[in-house]
T-cell receptor
Framework: ETGVTQTPRHLVMGMTNKKSLKCEQH?????MYWYKQSAKKPLELMFV???????ENNSVPSRFSPECPNSSHLFLHLHTLQPEDSALYLC?????????????FGPGTRLTVL | GESVGLHLPTLSVQEGDNSIINCAYS??????FIWYKQESGKGPQFIID?????DKRQGQRVTVLLNKTVKHLSLQIAATQPGDSAVYFC???????????FGKGNQVVVIP
């Protein structure tokens, strides 16, 4: 185990649904990340949080809304998604933002949008 | 932006043999390179890293080689085991940067 947990592990939702992905890290890290992993594409960084503050939004559509209530928890709120949003969504954390080279990943949430 | 890619999509290797996974990068400003391993059903896991002022670094059964002249990175796995079956990603960044640029990944299949 990496110390980063994600729930749910699998999610199927319709385009009109609203759902949330949850990530929790038990490592005492200060930086957290959301990534999208699609087939045959490199990992795409979506959002970066440092000490609960968002430091980066990598041109992500507004139908993805992140929330970081504290340094240990990260959420990704989903609404009116499209089928092309189907992917594995990975959460990661690092000790500090400047330690981005060593990130600890959760197992991911496999999202399917119908 | 930065571009990091892998030469071979799939590598099949006999158990006990050595594996070599290659990666090309295009950003000459990168000074930190990392290999991640992703097993089925899991997130990527840090394996080993190397700074740009080094050309070789060894870990447990793994060795990373960096050739800055041709912007090439490789991961060597000694005595490959079934547990080494996974997708391997190279990634690069600059020290002080909060962003990793990942390659597309290379599947390694270990044949018992």
């Amino acid at each position: 185990e990496t110390g980063v947990t994600q729930t749910p592990r699998h999610l199927v939702m319709g385009m009109t649904n609203k759902k949330s992905l949850k990530c929790e890290q038990h490592l005492g890290h200060n930086a957290m990340y959301w990534y999208k992993q699609s087939a045959k594409k490199p990992l795409e960084l979506m959002f970066v949080y440092n000490f609960k503050e968002q430091t980066e939004n990598n041109s992500v559509p507004s139908r993805f809304s992140p929330e970081c209530p504290n340094s240990s928890h990260l959420f990704l709120h989903l609404h009116t998604l499209q089928p092309e949003d189907s992917a594995l969504y990975l959460c990661a954390s690092s000790q500090e933002l400047l330690d981005a080279w060593e990130q600890f990943f959760g197992p991911g949430t496999r999202l399917t949008v119908l | 932006g930065e571009s990091v890619g892998l030469h071979l999509p799939t590598l099949s290797v006999q158990e006990g043999d050595n594996s070599i996974i290659n990666c090309a990068y295009s950003n000459s400003a990168s000074d930190y390179f990392i290999w991640y391993k992703q097993e089925s059903g899991k997130g990527p896991q840090f394996i080993i890293d190397i700074r740009s002022n080094m050309d070789k670094r060894q870990g447990q059964r793994v060795t990373v080689l960096l050739n800055k002249t041709v912007k090439h990175l490789s991961l060597q796995i000694a005595a490959t085991q079934p547990g080494d079956s996974a997708v391997y990603f190279c990634a690069e960044t600059r020290e002080g940067n909060n962003r990793l640029a990942f390659g597309k990944g290379n599947q390694v299949v270990v044949i018992p």
